[in-house]
């Protein structure tokens, strides 16, 4: 993950920890208790504003509840999401249901003219209710989203006022005062994997007023306080989720869901305090099912404490008392909290689906090149739809691709899996790498019908660095480079300056003088020097090579190879990989003399010291074999080391029949 | 458009509007509960409906004659006054006097020497004008005032001499115990906010009185409230909502009397109706409203 990312998220996490309460606008996310991170509806806006992006393009969310001290259902909550792009969603929350009401009775007793009281209906009531809700979020990254919510509640005072009329009589009238109040919240979400999930928020970060009440009446408004709360959601399996969050009024809250049939969700919560006499502030339990787009969801809350939830309270109490939110607070009674959801929008049912991916092979920067035609992994691809499809499975690494590579179509039946290979076009940004590394691939399918890939599996992909070698001798000649500058601007040195001994030497001649000669310049050159990591399975380039002044066999064999065919001389490698011990493989190197075998006696009389091969133009000539390791003793002892070894086991022990001995000629590549 | 359908149909079906109710609010430290407010137009048997506000004798249809006295102790911005004040009238609720066919008043009787304790009470005329008849005296009104002093003590003896068929009537008002206000907060109407007054008496109930001033040329102060108060602990604070009742913007100062009041009936012989017996230890205060102070 990114280290910025994270530090984005710690920051957000720090300004939670002033955090959150509790909603009622949502069945599930009452009786889950903490649901921060698992809320999964569009009262989202209330729980975490973050998550408003993790669900369906456009979803509707309808909360009705019933109380111990109402006289029925009451719509607490409407909300909806829509997404408006894909990283990005706004939502809408209209709470006609979110409201609560106290009252001041009058004590005053007034009497008519004929002495009987007159009645009234209270001294003053008190309303508070929310009007309106509004979110946003953006996803930052795939891991972290952040979003914001949006309040205006709205406060009304009721005042009756008595007066004396002209006839002194008294009498009263009702006045009312009203002010709006708003509030600000943030949250955010980060998905650690699979299973997951942690996050924060911070209710009423910022909140105002947009006036004030007269003096006598500011005790009585509505007095938000902020409150931030961290937690986490764990989901093992699809199945099971558990989360647990606390906050900074002091309560901590876990809660289980469990799916005990096919869309059919069983939930338990638990409210409690850190410091509390009492074990727990409140006790939820709730059960659910979707089916297609529709859900229903049914919870309910029970308060052991009663103590101001439907009772009467002291004036100076409730003056002294500040809100989170007005849903979940000391005048909270138990509740029996219906939900209905659904989603709509642009939803679609995958043609195809994709069960797992499987990456053939790492890759190695050298060699990188054939995954353009040979598969770099399969998918295996499901025809998710009652209908014969056509699907093309593509595979992506942003940071080395330039464009995702889409295989050819493959015809699936109605429930049929196919293996599908992938293969993959690397930029020249591979050649970059300087170590393993570790890269995200994007494994997608498309279906013949769907505009975008119905399923995508997110997979590890592995990049060797670039003088990472696999270790097999055909894909060597990667790294042969006969065309780089310094390999060039060597051998021209080199036959330039002994140009005047090359005028003098027989044709048939030239090309083993020049190698001759190629060699006995590394040899003033170079030093053997062992792999960094005594490893065959890191390879020079030959411009490496000559700038480090050394290497070992493969950089010297790889090297003087590119300085053999950078002046037209053919070459091979000869690997041997001994039967009774690998561990004593090796290189050496054969280079075409161009002299056919009539003539091999201008070498040498002894036949034991070449073999006899087909050149490219399926002439027989004569190769020399060269032990590059024998350099600091020159040409001759190469040759004589070479041709030693390659009599013995290619000729005598029969390596190249039994197949331990491999010559591969080595063809140029860019 | 099926799914549309279907969803706004769930809203409509699922959707309630029954809202919890109210949650009660209890205000311990609020004195309304020992409040009873009453409309000063009311035929109560108080001190002002007796000395002034019902001096036609119309409002009271239950007693033919009222005597009452009263301990009053006046506190005003710069100085502070003390007196007694007895008065008595007997209405001859027989003859009713009426002008253009509406009624005015009743006369009232000459009872010959009303006494308290050892005072006689004054015989005043009482006139009144009526159109082209000019002023008519329509009976007598007894009143004396006299300074208070120090250590008096009082037998509450009312006596009626006898005059010409009335009486004679030898009689004992109820006894009261002396209202004195001993200090209020703050010292004048607020704009806003309540004022707190503490007094010295244990009557189960003290009236207060609270006047505005009085227009030119008319009384000089006129009751706009009468409140009946439970005397819990010699004190009362007087909310907002109560003192938001008077004419604040309109008028400068307010009097606030305390009266701690008693009172009995009497029947003479040869006549029906009662006669009320009031007595009253009062205590008026006069403060300027907060614009004023």
Request: glycine content about 6%.
């Amino acid at each position: 993950m990114d280290i910025q990312l994270l530090k984005l998220f710690l920051i957000m996490l720090i300004s939670s920890s002033i955090a959150a309460a509790q909603n009622l606008s949502s069945a599930r996310g009452i009786s889950l208790a903490a649901s921060s991170l698992s809320v999964n509806d569009a009262s989202a806006i209330d729980w975490n504003p973050a998550a408003i992006g993790s669900l369906h393009d456009i979803e509707i969310n309808i909360t009705n509840s019933i109380s111990s001290n109402s006289k029925g259902f009451s719509l607490i909550s409407m909300s909806g999401v829509k997404k408006i792009t894909d990283k990005q969603a706004i939502a809408l929350a209209f709470t006609p249901g979110r409201e609560l009401k106290f009252v001041l009775p009058a004590l005053l007793t007034i009497l008519d003219s004929a002495g009987n009281p007159v009645l009234t209906k209270y001294d003053r009531e008190i309303t508070y209710y929310q009007t309106i809700g509004a979110g946003y979020s953006i996803d930052i990254s795939k891991y972290l989203s952040i979003g914001t919510a949006f309040r205006i509640y709205g406060n009304d005072i009721t005042d009756l006022k008595y007066f004396i009329d002209s006839t002194n009589t008294i009498g009263s009238r009702e006045e009312k005062n009203s002010i709006s109040i708003w509030s600000l919240d943030i949250g955010s979400t980060l998905t650690i994997n699979d299973y997951w999930k942690v996050g924060g928020t911070v209710k009423n970060l910022a909140y105002g007023r947009t006036k004030n009440f007269p003096d006598d009446l500011d005790d009585l408004r509505l007095k938000l306080h902020r409150v931030g709360v961290v937690g986490a959601s764990f989901k093992p399996s699809e199945n099971f989720l558990t989360a647990i969050e606390g906050d900074t009024e002091q309560q901590i809250r876990i809660g289980l869901e469990w799916m005990p049939y096919e869309n059919f969700y069983l939930r338990s919560g638990l409210y409690t305090l850190y410091s509390a006499d009492k074990p727990f502030d409140a006790i939820a339990l709730g059960a659910g099912f979707n089916i297609n787009r529709f859900a229903a969801d049914i919870g309910y809350i029970w308060f052991p404490s009663k103590t101001n939830s439907g009772g009467n309270i002291n004036l100076s109490t409730f003056s002294s008392t500040t809100f989170t939110n007005l849903d979940y607070s000391r005048f909270t009674s138990d509740q029996l909290l219906l939900t209905l959801r659904t989603y709509l929008g642009s939803e679609f049912e995958p043609l195809a689906i994709i069960e797992d991916v499987d990456i053939k092979n790492e890759i190695y920067p050298a060699s990188s090149k054939i995954f353009a035609f040979t598969p770099v992994g399969t998918a295996r691809v499901k025809n998710n739809s009652g209908k014969r499809i056509s699907a093309k499975v593509g595979f992506f690494i942003s940071e080395v691709m330039n464009t995702p590579t889409e295989s050819i179509p493959y015809t699936l039946e109605p429930e049929e899996i196919l293996e599908i290979p992938f293969n993959a076009v690397f930029n020249n940004k591979i050649d970059s790498v300087k170590k393993l590394s570790i890269y995200d691939g994007l494994v997608f399918v498309k279906a013949k019908i769907a505009e975008e890939y119905d399923d995508r599996y997110q997979t590890r992909v592995l990049v060797r660095g670039r003088n990472d070698w696999n270790g097999d001798v055909y894909t060597l000649h990667y790294f042969v480079k006969p065309g780089d500058n310094k390999v060039l601007d060597f051998s021209r040195n080199v036959i330039h300056n002994q140009k005047n001994r090359f005028d003098t030497i027989p044709g048939p001649l030239q090309n083993f003088e020049k190698a001759r000669a190629l060699f006995d310049s590394l040899t003033h050159l170079l030093r053997y020097i062992n792999d960094p990591r005594l490893s065959r399975d890191y390879v020079q380039y030959p411009e490496e090579t000559l700038t480090l002044y050394g290497g070992d066999c493969d950089d010297i064999t790889v090297c003087y190879a590119s300085l053999l065919m950078s002046i037209g001389i053919s070459a091979a490698f000869v690997d041997v990989i001994p039967q009774d011990n690998a561990s004593e493989a090796h290189i050496y190197l054969l280079f075409d003399t161009g002299i056919p075998p009539q003539n091999a006696n201008y070498l040498t009389d002894n036949p034991k010291r070449y073999c006899i091969r087909r050149s490219d133009n399926n002439k027989e000539t004569v190769w020399i074999p060269i032990e590059t390791t024998m350099l600091k003793k020159g040409f001759m002892e190469a040759w004589n080391t070479g041709a030693e070894q390659y009599y013995k086991e290619a000729e005598i022990g029969l390596g190249i029949v039994k197949g331990w001995i491999k010559v591969v000629d080595i063809v140029e590549t860019q | 458009m099926k799914i549309l359908s279907a969803v706004l149909g769930i809203v409509i079906v699922f959707t309630g509007c029954q809202h919890a109710g109210p949650i009660e609010l209890i205000n311990e430290q609020d004195d309304s509960q020992f409040i009873e407010i009453m409309s000063v137009g009311n035929p109560s048997d108080t001190v002002f409906s007796a000395s002034g506000v019902d001096s036609a004798g119309l409002l009271n249809p239950h007693y033919f004659g009222r005597m009452m006295f009263a301990d009053v102790y006046y506190s005003l911005p710069l100085r502070a006054d003390s007196f007694l004040q007895l008065e008595a009238m007997f209405l001859d609720k027989s003859k009713p006097i009426q002008y253009n066919g509406h009624l005015f008043g009743y006369p009232s009787y000459d009872v010959g020497t009303l006494m308290f304790d050892d005072d006689t009470i004054p015989r005043l005329q009482r006139r009144i004008r009526l159109g082209a008849l000019g002023d008519t005296l329509i009976g007598y009104r007894y009143l004396l005032r006299k300074q208070h002093q120090n250590g008096q003590t009082f037998r509450y003896n009312w006596r009626i001499l006898g005059n010409a068929g009335f009486g004679p009537l030898n009689t004992f008002a109820p006894t009261i115990q002396e209202m004195r206000v001993l200090e209020y907060n703050p010292p004048f109407v607020p704009a806003n906010g309540p004022l707190t007054f503490r007094w010295r008496c244990t009557n189960e109930y003290v009236h207060l009185y609270i006047s505005r001033e009085g227009e030119l040329f008319q009384r000089s102060w006129v009751p706009i409230l009468h409140l009946r108060i439970r005397n819990v602990n010699g004190t009362i604070e007087l909310p907002a909502k109560v003192l938001d009742m008077l004419p604040k913007k309109q008028y400068r100062h307010f009097l606030f009397t305390f009266s701690s009041e008693a009172q009995s009936v009497v029947t003479m012989q040869g006549y029906q109706e009662q006669i009320l017996l009031n007595t009253a230890s009062i205590h008026n205060i006069v403060l300027n409203t907060e614009l004023n102070k």
